[in-house]
């Protein structure tokens, strides 16, 4: 059911795509990516580095979220949002997933963990119903119920993991809610451990990476409308900044918008449509460092 994105979607087409950010699918988000990225990635991450140096990489931006938060750098959190985002595509791509086909694999609008609608597990770990959690079965029963409520576009996953998880107990504040993204990042970094030294058995251990990717991916769509919250002190000056990614009235971000503003011209650290060798970013320590000829501060 996964399989790798085939190289005709590299290339400068695909930029068109981003016009209708909006109507974009996660699947052609990844794709844009991979665009913009593939190549630039395989040749920072060869086979011999396996998956874990890759996601080093998200893990850095995970922190620089951290940073975000604790100032309440409203800029800052959403330059990382959507660099995450674009860690979790780059990454789903060089281990073979499909990042929508997962999520909705795991979350078909439904909590699976207490299979509500209207996630009633919290901090309670209680199961509420005879189905163990994430059962195969089970899930499949609800992708197929629910299979006019899949979300088209990487809002709509926004919006669904808000109806679902909207008065979830520990989705309360932002702190409460980046603490068990970064939960996830940290169990997606056991699999991989896991993964990379298993010779055989590693279709299960695949089957747990999809399985936290997907929780990772849900974090991660929690953290954008909570976030959202914290705008409010910041009306003219986010509009100013980040234009119509912000929905004015409720000063909500839309996800596909701050992610189209900052990766709409490519790559913002080369500026190029295919991200270009030697590019390390454009406000990384190694980016820094290659700029003053190896030095880092
Ligand atoms: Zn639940
Ligand atoms: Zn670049």
Known sequence: MLTRHPPEANGV??????????????????????????????????????????????????????????????????????????????????AGFELEEIVWHFFPYVCPTCWSPTCACGANKRVFRDAPQKDEKTLAEFREANAEKRPSTLDGFVVMFADVYGNHSESGNLTDVYLHFSEEVGEVAEWIRVVESLSDGRSEAQQGLTSELADVFSWMCKLCWRINCNLQGFGPWAEHQFG??????????RFAAITSLQYGNGCPGCGQAVCARQCEGWDTRLAKASHQGGVVD
């Open 13 to 94: 087409n695909l930029k068109s795509l981003l016009r209708e950010s909006d109507e974009m699918t996660v699947q052609q988000w990844q794709a844009f990516f991979h665009g913009v990225y593939g190549a630039r990635n395989e040749e920072r991450f060869p086979a011999e580095y396996g998956l874990s140096r890759m996601w080093l990489h998200l893990v850095q931006d995970m922190a620089a979220l951290a940073k975000g938060i604790r100032k309440n750098d409203v800029a800052r959190m959403l330059r990382m949002l959507p660099r995450l985002f674009c860690w979790l595509c780059g990454f789903c791509t060089k």
């Open 244 to 253: 119509n990614a912000i929905d004015q009235r409720r000063f909500e971000i």
